[in-house]
């Protein structure tokens, strides 16, 4: 493994210039076209092909990626991007589908829609799905959209306005409820990093509108409350939000339709090996049971006899939650993956995702303290309290050694925290080389370990310059 | 993994079967699989793809646009885009192994404002009505009052967009008039609205008509303290003065015309800018230019106190993932275009889409029924009943003249889009004033 980032001082992309631009045959701007809404100058950078090539190829060069190498951030199942998914979204029939071609037109991508929402409603055990949310974040303020929705409808609107979410939940989680307009009610976790139930008793009320909590969790661990946990809520009149983010830790052993979870949002650039684009595209499609099918966004794809079409006629539907119909060229890679791997495929890659992170945990466990010991699920947070070093050191530590660090310092509840989730695709060989790199990195000087990274294209970059000095553009 | 490994790895743990480390899934919540067929070889998906992508049917001529437009796409950008390294990338958090893309993402937000000749861009929304809801609440947070003003023509799934964005604050949303004849803002109408409870103003340019209305020039003028939003066409920026230079607050768009391909819909991006002074109240990620411990030029996500991950509740926005690989396809669209690139097919765009008008109103099919300028899309009133519509069109395997009433709050019948790009070839257009010719008044 061990990346070696290149280093090249390489300059703006505006710093480049050339006269060269036949990508187009050069048009003026008609003489008709009034003075007073004509654009003056225009200054946009003019750079050669062989530039632009080169240009980027050099920036992505000084970029790590999972097809570098193992890509341990937790929560973030950063696994390997298939490449026949790629293949299949470059099919031209595929890319070049205008979204208002019309239902005749579209019957393929329609019918990968709706076998998506099929397989994905099997893997949930969720009786409705919509694909239409852009990312995991999207999905769940659609969720949080349905649930002020149905409380509208039924009358209790102004009265439901508190969301619960444990203190191990992920940003996005209060996010989306306060962007829906809820309060947030914070869920302390128990001694064994799960909900304390005391506590989820003594906040829910009438005006809790729902839970939203992942399974496992932040720390990867399974919550084996959860049935009793769904029967709290439900009998408090609120709904259960499953939070998608980690559900490679479960494909075939439990689902949120299982566990008593009324809406579960999943990240399909996550779990289903989309490529994460540096930041995105994602997508992020939600399911609900029964109760709540009439209030997804529209459309959703139904089919009838061989046919498949758009139905927008969902009674109390919340409307839109993008422009289209959500991220179809992440929708067919996700498609792809599932169909490839099918029921045994899934089942296999949550197993050997689990056992990966399990024995990466067991070998840390000699220097670093685990908090909470249990087995642990598709990931695991290790503290580095007590030894001396620094999460942050020890992510730097690492980046020399060309190994991309955990998510550190999160979740907030475990000081000096690094967050480690090993996929299922990441050799034994590879953990055994982590391993001992992060054992390694506890050893290493405190005035040594201050001075990294020296190996990678920058040293420390100043982040609290950054902020101050605001330079966002050049 | 190999196998083999498998009884290794669970030895090591003290455990004897995989199945063990399920074994704190209480039995009441476990599955036993999942009821969807077994996995094939990647010989038959590919197959099986192949004969699902053959049932789509590519229109042999086509004026489909209304947010979504078929636009030349220099080879390079799709190159740069599925460069590996920045297409199986995950959020740049550790700066230091990060630089390219941090780099990447920096000359786009740099692009992206000299463009719309404002101050500053984030690093990427997911579409087009997704950054206009975004920017509906910023405008909340950076102004006063409890009052939305957006046009009573506007596209149904922009407006559905911002509707649940502002939904959890305590705003209304309240229209103004377009006019009728001009297809423009009635700005009587906005002023006489305009009041101190106004917080913001969503204006189009183009607008939901098609229209590039200069009458959005003019909000200025009369906004008051409300915050101007500018939902604009970055391509039409090539020849049309940008949000920047009349006094927009935020200027928000749909990028996918910058290099993207239709994809049916997504994944597109969200073009997001603002004037600095409210940087802190802006959503979404932001790449900040610094150094080093060593003192050289270095990149980092910054002012990430604004964002979930942090501020948790109460963050600025509640976005995580976006849409960074677009944002790189945008950029390398620009860059290899060049300004006089970017000119040309705005300046095409406008060619065809007069070229459009005076053929369809020479064969009595339609009439352009506004005194204004379109830029792509071109709402024609028919004289053609919809459904004689429908059967020509289809008869001539055109793709296009969607009724208006189906995308945009126009309950008129009778009006239909057909749109353009600089791709449009005369012939096209010749063909569809062939289809549509003959009709009787």
Known sequence: MSFHQARYPERLVKEYSSDNSSFIEYTEIPEWFPDSMRRGSLNLPQIAEYDVVRHFTRLSEMNYSVDTGVYPLGSCTMKFNPKYADRIASIQEFSEVHPLSGEDNMQGSLRIMYELQEMLKSISQMDEVSLQPPAGAQGEFTGIMIIRKFFEVNGEGSIRNEILIPDSAHGTNPASSAMGGFKTVEIPSNGDGMVDLGALESALSERTAALMITNPNTLGIFDSQISEIARMVHSAGGFLYYDGANFNAILGKTAPGKMGFDITHFNLHKTFATPHGGGGPGAGPVGVVKKLKDFLPVPIVRKNMERYFLDSSLKNTIGKVAGFYGNFGILLRAWAYIRRNGSD??????????????????????????????????????????????????????????????????????????????????????????????????????????EMPRNTAVRRVDEVKAARDQILRW | MHSKDVPEMLNFLSLKDIGDLFSDIPPDVRVDGINIPAGI??????????????????????????????????????????????????????????????????????????LTGMDMTNSSMYDGPTAAGEAARMAYRCSEGDTFLVPDIIDRNVLSVIQNYLHGLPVKITSYMVDRKTGKIDLADLASKVDRNVFG???????????????????????GNAMLVTYYDPISLGAVKPPGEYGTDIAVAE?????????????????????????????????????????????????????????????????????????????????????????????????????????????????????????SDVLFKMHLSSSDLAARLGESGISGGIPARDLITFPEEGYHFFSVTELTGDEEIEALAHALGGATR
């Open chain 1, 345 to 450: 495929g899934l089942c296999e890659i949550t197993e050997r995702a689990v056992l990966n992170t399990n024995y990466l945990a067991g070998k840390l466990s000699q220097k670093y303290r685990i908090p909470y010991a249990k087995i642990k699920k598709h990931e695991v947070v290790v503290s580095s309290e007590g030894t001396g070093k620094r999460a942050l050191d020890i992510a730097k530590y690492l980046l020399d050694q060309g190994l991309h660090p955990p998510t550190i310092y999160f979740p907030l509840i475990v000081k000096e925290a690094l967050m480690i989730e090993m996929t299922e695709t990441v050799s034994r060989e590879d953990l055994d080389l982590y391993a001992e790199s992060m054992l390694k990195a506890l050893e290493v000087s405190e005035s040594e370990i201050s």
């Open chain 2, 201 to 223: 103003i969503f204006a189009g340019i183009p607008n939901a008509l098609g229209i590039l209305d200069d009458n959005v020039f003019r909000i200025q003028e009369i906004k």
């Open chain 2, 41 to 114: 070889s990647e010989e038959k998906l590919l197959d099986e793809a192949s004969a699902i992508a053959s049932l789509n049917r590519l229109p042999s001529i086509s004026f489909l646009g209304k947010g979504a437009y078929r636009r030349f796409i220099p080879s390079v950008v799709d190159h740069v885009s599925s460069i590996p390294q920045f297409q199986t990338a995950y959020t740049p958090y550790q700066a230091e192994i990060s630089q390219g893309m941090l780099q990447a993402l920096f000359e786009y937000q740099s692009v992206i404002s000299d």
């Open chain 2, 255 to 375: 990028g996918q015309q910058l290099g993207i391909h239709l994809a049916m819909g997504g994944p597109y991006l969200g073009l997001f800018s603002f004037r600095k002074e409210y940087v802190r109240k802006s959503p979404g990620r932001l790449i900040g230019k610094t150094t080093d411990s060593d003192g050289n030029p270095a990149y980092v996500m910054t002012l990430q106190t604004r964002e979930q991950h942090i501020r948790r509740d109460r963050a600025m926005s509640n976005i995580c993932t976006n849409q960074a690989l677009m944002a790189i396809s945008a950029l390398s669209y620009l860059s290899a275009m060049g300004s006089k690139g970017l000119r040309s097919v705005s300046a095409a765009t406008l060619k065809n889409s007069r070229k459009l008008i005076d053929a369809l109103e020479k064969t009595g099919a339609g009439k352009y029924p506004f005194n204004a300028i379109p830029f």
